[in-house]
């Protein structure tokens, strides 16, 4: 796992952690390659800081939404760019309303069916066109992975991209 630029376990990481240490890197490396447009959360967590680590020295924004603020007491450990480009916004995440446009979102909120569904309906014509839905507990969560598949073969909104570990990768059609 990369945090600051550096392979590193810091201390501070171990109470927001909520993937493993593959699923972050797989996230960072993802990220990092995908060098176009801000990126939205749903959830927030240890995904946050490496997708702020992902994008250091960009002017690229990462808005995280969340009930809470997660990364309160973490905040004094984050350089003050990571600080700066993060737009935590406090509401429920099936309700948010955002004007902002996004080149990747990772929804890693509520992993109901129901709740899968509109968190990614609430935010979908946020995505820009051709842009990337990174979907958490994918294959460890029924809801996740039913709404996944049917997103990419019922609907034929998305087009399946990859799978890593838990988490699969869509593409906007």
């Given amino acids: 796992m990369r945090l600051n630029g550096e392979n590193l376990k810091l201390e501070w990481f171990n109470p927001i952690k909520q993937m493993d240490d593959e699923e972050y890197t797989f996230l960072d490396h993802f990220v990092r390659t995908k060098t176009y447009g801000n990126i939205l ?3 927030q967590g240890g995904s946050t800081v490496i997708l702020l680590d992902a994008t250091a020295d960009t002017d690229r924004l990462v808005y995280s939404v969340d009930l809470k603020f997660k990364l309160k007491d973490t905040m004094k450990y984050l350089p003050l760019d990571y600080v700066e480009r993060l737009k935590f916004i ?3 995440s099936q309700k ?3 004007k902002e446009k996004f080149g ?3 929804v890693d909120g509520e992993h109901t069916i129901t709740g899968v569904r509109r968190d990614t309906m609430n935010i979908w014509m946020n995505l820009d066109d051709n842009g990337y839905m990174l979907f958490h507990d994918y ?6 992975t039913k709404f996944v598949d049917d997103l990419c073969n019922r609907f034929n909104q998305a087009r399946f991209i990859q799978q890593e570990k838990n988490i699969a990768v869509v593409q906007k059609l």
Avoid: F, K, T, Y
């Fill in 41 to 43: 959360e749903i959830g």
């Fill in 90 to 92: 406090q509401e429920d």
């Fill in 96 to 98: 948010v309303n955002l």
């Fill in 104 to 106: 990747m979102v990772l």
């Fill in 139 to 144: 294959a460890l969560q029924e809801g996740v």
